[in-house]
């Protein structure tokens, strides 16, 4: 396989880490962004190390403009290049929107959207034919099933808007670009015990919570030379997640 780069935001823990270690299996070198927790960063990079590729953690607050742009000016100052970017990391804020703060709907607007549209404008003007686009968004991006998820709904669905349309842009470039669409899936954002993890399960057709290797498969599936008709798509990951 020819030498691959690519960048995952959020790569420390959860599904990011698990897309970490996945495209490493794959031959892919990675880059990941982290906020604060360096030694969960250094854990996902052992791991991909483990698999004989290079890893490069970068510490980059995702809320901010610059945050996104360093993590993208990182990868490529370490190793030349970027094939494919995930836009993994985010935040999930619980509540009514009664009971929510401006500072919370600036919190999320600009970790799950702006920062996956700042870091896709500034990846692309380095990407080649056969670079890969893949954002994590979430079953909620295209329903809400329970109340106190507006804001986070919201974000997820602006996500499919984005995706189409750059689809659109990239297309003729051999570029693809899609959202994967998580359920409930056990990580710290999303514990999969206690009572509001039974009522998630409820609504899942599996009746259980995924792990973040059925997210990885997927982000591997999409990153590889297979996936190059699919692009401008929402795919589920969510154990039938009901409507
Ligand atoms: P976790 O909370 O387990 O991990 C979040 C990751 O994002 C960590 O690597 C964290 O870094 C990083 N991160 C958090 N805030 C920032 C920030 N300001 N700047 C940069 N990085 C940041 O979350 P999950 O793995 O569960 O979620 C990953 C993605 O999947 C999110 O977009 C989420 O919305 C989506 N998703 C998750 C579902 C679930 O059930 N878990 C379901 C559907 C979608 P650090 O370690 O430094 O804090």
């Known amino acids: 396989?020819?030498?691959?780069?690519?960048?995952?935001?959020?790569?420390?823990?959860?599904?990011?880490?698990?897309?970490a270690e996945a495209l490493a299996k794959d031959g892919f070198d990675i880059a990941l962004?982290?906020?604060?927790?360096?030694?969960?960063?250094?854990?996902?990079?052992?791991?991909v190390r483990a698999q004989g590729r290079?890893?490069?953690?970068?510490?980059?607050?995702?809320?901010?403009?610059?945050?996104?742009?360093?993590?993208?000016?990182?990868?490529?100052?370490?190793?030349?290049?970027?094939d494919t970017l995930v836009c993994n990391a985010g935040t999930y804020p619980y509540g009514p929107i009664g009971e929510m703060s401006v500072e919370q709907i600036e919190h999320v607007l600009?970790?799950?959207?702006?920062?996956?549209?700042?870091?896709?404008?500034?990846?692309?003007?380095?990407?080649?034919?056969?670079?890969?686009?893949?954002?994590?968004?979430?079953?909620?991006?295209?329903?809400?099933?329970?109340?106190?998820i507006s804001?986070?709904?919201?974000?997820?669905?602006?996500?499919?808007?984005?995706?189409?349309g750059v689809a659109r842009d990239l297309g003729p470039k051999g570029i693809t670009v899609n959202v994967v669409e998580p359920g409930p899936i056990d990580t710290d954002m999303n514990p999969a015990t206690g009572d509001v993890a039974k009522l998630i399960s409820s609504f899942v057709a599996t009746g259980k919570y995924g792990t973040v290797q059925d997210i990885a498969s997927m982000v591997s599936f999409l990153a590889s030379p297979q996936a190059g008709y699919i692009t401008g798509a929402a795919l589920p990951v969510d154990g039938g997640l009901e409507a």
Do not use: W
């Open 151 to 164: 804001l986070y709904a919201a974000t997820k669905a602006a996500l499919r808007g984005f995706t189409q």
């Open 54 to 82: 290079k890893a490069l953690c970068i510490q980059a607050d995702g809320t901010t403009v610059a945050g996104n742009q360093a993590g993208v000016a990182e990868t490529l100052k370490e190793f030349g290049r970027i």
């Open 110 to 148: 600009n970790l799950n959207v702006r920062a996956v549209m700042v870091e896709t404008m500034e990846a692309v003007k380095h990407m080649k034919e056969g670079g890969r686009l893949i954002f994590i968004g979430s079953a909620f991006g295209a329903r809400a099933p329970f109340p106190g």
């Open 33 to 47: 962004t982290y906020a604060r927790n360096a030694d969960a960063a250094e854990a996902t990079a052992a791991k």
């Open 1 to 19: 396989m020819t030498h691959r780069v690519a960048l995952i935001t959020g790569g420390s823990r959860g599904i990011g880490a698990g897309i």
